[in-house]
């Protein structure tokens, strides 16, 4: 019935017979109100009875639950180009081009006339970039012709390789991390220039400083209300001179290395001339605010699973993690939205799980709902520096990381923001933002090297013995690896060296901060599947609860077996700094541990494409598991085949009880209804 019912709205959209569409719509409204095609019928119908604004409204909510549905944008481009808006039907059409091209599709007629629509758009498009450049007098919408000309790159952030491309060197550079901001990026702290070679300059090679400036010139002024600040300043030539007017004096400040943002502590109505062209930063106000604390940490480690430190193993393991927070609140019960990287992080950064932020693909790069404040825009709202300090690229500035950040620093972690350099990296980052009220999120991501296959560092090797290093199945993917035990050791002592490592930023913090100035966090984002036995399921506890903990002001002294969700991670830290949140609708919440509400469950879901879609739901009691039969598709649907559902007790019993198996799978069917393709 579904699929003849689809058939003949098609062949009416065919034949132009409205009347009879508006009819066989509200049938199959009725029939299969979650089946997304039903998005495209009514975008089709709106319009076609010209109504352009309904249509642009229909599109935008299907390209919110399916960002990588060439259709989408395919029809997206038309709406724009009927309207006349040229720049973005294009940009939508070369969205479609690239994920038709992706995806190796057939050439259907969407991708034939995608391809007819920007060779007609192409010309019209540079001839209005040469019209704005000639009359220089629209400088937006000049900016908008540039972003364009650089975003299309990287196809709009669909595929966005700088973090990870050795020949891609763009630091020295204005680069668009988003379509609508611009930072420049410079070469990170101070090294010697000499050495580093043009050749290098990529996030591979070099750490790089993205940031917003005010202006590119040769002349700028400190204004504000408070009476100091740090003024940050990048030459675009060597031996650049700053003639700075401070309290009626003028200093001649020699900056002898180009594309590298020195920081200069300069008092307010401050006058600055430079003797060549430089990109002043914004003003950092120095001052802390008594609503505010002094320095609020986002710890982010990767993969590190709560299941080898649960009891006396967290103590034995990590003894200065240990110690530092068992004065604040340890979670136990922390479970993971997604099994890797990519989707868990832009969690922990939203509070939307994965089926809501849709940042599910391995392969095609996504974006953070702009609907939706992130964590760092929260915190920069509320009057923090906000900083970013990254070597993960997956959870990169195009994703929507880099929103709210001041300054964001990244180096890829393989070549350079290891354990050992960032712990020092942070310290020192601390220590220059003191007299700031500031919020940082760092991570270290080494755990990785385990699974990777890579060599470990020189003080994990000296206690690895030839057992533990000798040859073992390396595994498809980090995420998709087999159990070993030699690998479960080799994780454990790096683990313990780590903790050697984050002694060190401990110490600093107690030695410069009181507990009520600070909030410090602890977290993960997956455990590891080399954990995992085989005779358990892939989302099993091994791979999905995670490190969860917290320290200071407003932090009760106490160990929870509460059940949480990294979806809460967001509500929690808002929570902490005394930020009051928006309305937009997410899906974490405050736990009862931190003056919210309990839950009584969380969800674990896997969706990739090409993998079957498969959830667990972790009570205190019991774990429920759902898995499909049929592959995911590259836009995050399956068809819903033979899937299966049951459950295990904490003791490893199996759940026979049907009205509990019933009522987990009504809400995993609820929750993936968008998802179903629907014949």
Known sequence: MKKSLKSRIEKEFEEGRLDQIADDLQ?????????RDLWFYECIEAMSIGDLELAQQIIEKCLRNFPTSYEAYYYQACIYQEKGEILDALKNYLITDFLCDYFKLEKNEIYRDTEEQIKILQPQFEASVQNILEDGKNSEQAGKMLSFIDRSTCYFGKYVTAPRNIKDNIIGKEYWVEDDEQRYIGIYRAPIQLYIGEENLSLVRTQAEFLKYSKCGTYTKIAGSTEEYLQPIASTEKNNIHFVKEDGKVYSIPQYDARHFNYYRIKKDTL???????????????????????????????????????????????????????????????????????????????????????????????????????LSQYMKKAGYYTCKLDGDWRCIYSYGFARGVDQYIYHIQSMGARAEQEIMNVIEHLETFKETDQYLWMTVGDLHDVADGWDLSLAVQKNLTLEERSLDDKGLTSVKQKYSPKKSMMYKKTIQYFDMLFGFLYSYIQNN?????????????????????????????????????????????????????????????????GIEMSDAKIDGRLPKAFGGKERKYTITESLHPGDVYTAVANTKEYEIYFVNSEATDNEGRFHLRDYKVYGLYRDGEKVEDEAILKEYENIFIERIREHIIYE
């Open 27 to 35: 049938e199959y409204r009725k029939e299969c109100p979650y089946d």
């Open 272 to 374: 600055i001339k430079s003797k060549k062209n430089a990109y002043y930063g914004y003003p950092i106000p120095l001052g802390h605010n008594p609503k505010r604390r002094k320095l609020v940490l986002s710890f982010f480690v990767d993969g590190l699973a709560q299941e080898v430190i649960n009891g006396p193993d967290f103590e034995k393991l990590m003894p200065n993690t240990y110690r530092f927070f068992k004065k604040g609140t340890i979670c136990t019960n922390a479970f993971s939205c997604s099994e890797w990287t990519f989707p868990s992080l832009a969690t922990y950064e939203s509070g939307l799980n994965t089926l809501h932020h849709m940042m599910f693909h391995g392969e095609i790069d996504g974006e953070l709902p702009k609907t939706v404040p992130t």
């Open 513 to 577: 901060y009181k507990e009520n100035e600070m909030v410090i966090s602890l977290f993960a984002d997956h455990g590891q599947g080399y954990l995992v036995s085989p005779d358990k399921n892939f989302l099993s506890k091994e791979r999905t609860k995670v490190a969860f903990m917290f320290r200071g002001d407003g932090v009760k002294e106490q160990i929870t077996d509460e059940m949480i969700s990294t979806a809460d991670y967001v509500p929690i830290m808002c929570k902490l700094a």
